[in-house]
């Protein structure tokens, strides 16, 4: 839970930088932001999940 809102905030900071930064219309804005609830609701969702999850076990794990 913790980390898919720390993936939501990031990606909602990332959208409203490239809104202000005139890199990406509203209307585009508008229906990836739509995808993305769009998609959340479908069977394929809890892959996407676990791949993410996966992705941030790993980067975790890295030690410098």
Known sequence: ?????????????????????????????????????FLASTGVAPSIQRFLDSIAHTINGISF
């Open 1 to 37: 839970m913790a980390i898919s809102l720390s993936v939501v905030l990031l990606l909602a900071i990332i959208l409203v930088v490239l809104l202000r930064g005139g890199s990406i219309k509203a209307g585009p804005a508008v229906v990836a932001v739509l995808f993305g609830f």
